[in-house]
């Protein structure tokens, strides 16, 4: 095999610098069912993925730590390695000989399932998280039990309710700190309290001892002294994110618990953060993964049910930017669906999850397998990331990771503010009786062309403006924000739409485009022959926003390609300027 080169880091890794290292990737990719272009149903396009993750066009994101992926670059099967895959294997075997009683269905998913642990150790390929869900697949497929560990689950949270309610949970929660307290205010001494009341419910729910062995807990004279212990790097991290001092107001937080019986007290935490003004929003797994809490698990576990209160429940894996904000604006506490059965996949997460991230000031996640794959992967993310576990020695630690220096988060308020500015615009040429025309074009729906079709639009709106007196023409193309992506372009511009101020809505015509490059003295690439507004998404969007429009405001006139021409689009790229498909009926290959 050709020598591959020295990667110091996942960072490194991109396509074209070297044919070997390609080809290597392509595999690596296509062997753990995360690439993109092999798969598109189940995984996340480039746009998605950087909602989450800051990755240029030639850049691989691979989900797991760096230290993992180096021994998979190298096919060293490392004992490290080895011992995870062992692991993956073990619990397989455990799971089975627990859940099925028929003899020659268990010795059936042994069988295949050596031929998998064979090829791994082989060629160790897999990451071992993916490995294993290959395994439970195996296992769910043949036993038909699509939740081996629910009791488990349920008992956990129970036990984990019942120490919440129990004298010793008082006395680790509000047994007041060793020292008096420094009041230099009244507001910061509020915030000292809050940090501890945070402080001790995070450790709590790290102490996967309450819910696994609680009488030992019961009878340990120490543990609510440890519990209490000052945690000074928690600290100095909460008040830097959200203390008073930090000049944030309310931040809205994604939040990715680990495990059953920790939620409960993950849950706790999160009502303090709410009564802080907060808004969250708790990812759980669209389906088995060990201990980890699902999101139907409410359904059956009277606990977790207790614990979620009027926790609103979003079962849409789909949502757009404008129905997010809304439900979020509505609810201070919201559940929503990662989209896997894994650990952190950002490849497979929901549209939904992606734009929790995107739309989250700070991620908060919970447990060691994050903290490998968010910490410990050296790729930088799009939003601050903050990761509590306990360590291989029991220690609580708390990591923090800066969101990347390059991305520019586009809040709603700055949204909100650019598309009242324009409003504001048309308002007062209302007030002056002028009319107010919008036009609609294609800006970025041909992939390679946002250029051009700058040009085009901007063209003809000033041919346009030329021609027309006592008109104000918003053109979309003059109003671009660096940093906003289609799904912040999309959410500006219809408020906009649906103030009630047009007069005249324009799509963009083929002889529209076809003047645009006559008066800039070209002729019509081929990229653009018969192009109009209806081969765009983003103009079919605006079309149905212009008929419902047209019905609250009948004196309302929509000009261009018929409105029937438009809707064979299907869906709005998630995070694109261009689309996402047409359906091709009919068509053989």
């Not at 003004?277 to 059956?300: F, N, Q, R």
């Not at 520019?408 to 308020?413: D, L």
């Amino acid at each position: 095999m050709s020598k591959l080169p020295d990667i110091s880091s996942v960072r490194e890794l991109r396509y074209g610098r070297d044919p070997y290292l390609d080809a290597w990737l392509l595999h690596f990719m296509t062997e753990n069912n995360i690439e993109p272009t092999v798969n598109p149903v189940e995984n996340a396009q480039q746009e998605q993925l950087r909602f989450m993750v800051d990755v240029d066009d030639d850049q691989v994101f691979v989900p797991c730590s760096d230290e993992m992926f180096e021994n998979l670059l190298h096919t060293r099967l490392s004992s490290a390695l080895r011992q995870e895959y062992r692991e993956k294997w073990r619990l397989l075997v455990h799971l089975a000989r627990i859940n099925i009683k028929d003899r020659y269905t268990r010795r059936k998913i042994f069988a295949l399932s050596r031929h998998k642990v064979r090829q791994v150790l082989h060629s160790p390929f897999l990451i071992p998280s993916r490995f294993l869900k290959q395994l439970m697949t195996i296992f769910m497929a043949m036993s038909g039990v699509h939740d081996p560990q629910r009791e488990e689950k349920r008992l956990a949270n129970k036990r984990a309710l019942e120490f919440m309610t129990s004298p010793e949970m008082n006395q680790c929660l509000y047994a007041c700190p060793e020292s008096t307290l420094g009041c230099t205010s009244i507001m910061n001494l509020r915030w000292e309290l809050d940090l501890l009341e945070m402080a001790r419910l995070c450790r709590l729910s790290l102490r996967s001892e309450i819910w696994e062995k609680p009488d030992a807990v019961r009878a340990d004279a120490s543990f609510s002294a440890d519990i209490c212990r000052r945690w000074p790097e928690f600290a100095a991290i909460m008040t830097r994110v959200m203390g008073p001092d930090s000049g944030q107001k309310k931040l809205k937080i994604l939040y990715l618990p680990a495990s059953s019986g920790g939620i409960i007290f993950d849950l706790r935490f999160i009502r303090v953060l709410l009564r802080l003004g907060h808004k969250v929003i708790l990812a759980l797994k669209e389906g088995y993964c060990l201990d980890s809490p699902v999101i139907w698990d409410v359904e059956h576990d009277s606990a977790l049910q207790d614990a979620l209160g009027e926790a609103l429940f979003i079962e849409n894996s789909r949502m757009s930017k404008n129905e997010l904000l809304r439900v979020q604006r509505e609810n201070s506490l919201l559940v929503v669906s990662d989209g896997t059965r894994e650990r952190l996949n950002l490849w497979r997460s929901s549209v939904t999850f992606a734009r929790s991230w995107k739309e989250a000031d700070l991620i908060i996640a919970k447990d060691f397998p994050h903290h490998r794959r968010l910490i410990k992967n050296s790729h930088l993310f799009t939003r601050d990331i903050m990761c509590l576990y306990r360590d291989r020695d029991g220690l609580d630690q708390v990591r923090f990771k800066e969101k990347s220096p390059r991305v520019t988060k586009i809040t709603e308020s700055q949204i909100v503010a650019q598309a009242d500015s324009i409003i504001a615009h048309m308002r007062l040429a209302r007030g002056m009786a002028r009319q107010v025309m919008f036009y609609s074009a294609i800006i970025g729906s041909i992939p390679g062309q946002t250029k051009v079709a700058l040009g085009v639009v901007n063209t003809f709106v000033s041919h346009l403006r030329s021609r027309h007196a006592n008109l104000l023409i918003i053109n979309p193309a003059e109003h671009f924000v660096e940093g906003m992506d289609g799904d912040d372009l999309m959410y500006m511009w219809e408020r906009v739409q649906r103030s009630g101020f047009i007069d005249v809505w324009r799509f963009q015509t083929v002889a529209d485009i076809e003047t645009s490059f006559e008066l800039m003295g070209e002729s019509v690439p081929a990229e653009w022959h018969g192009k109009d507004s209806t081969f765009s998404t983003g103009c079919t969007k605006e079309m149905h926003i212009a008929l419902d429009m047209q019905v609250k405001h009948p004196e309302m006139q929509i000009i261009g390609p018929e409105p029937k021409r438009f809707f064979r689009r299907m869906e709005y790229g998630v995070g694109k300027y261009f689309d996402a498909r047409i359906t091709d009926k009919g068509r053989g290959l």
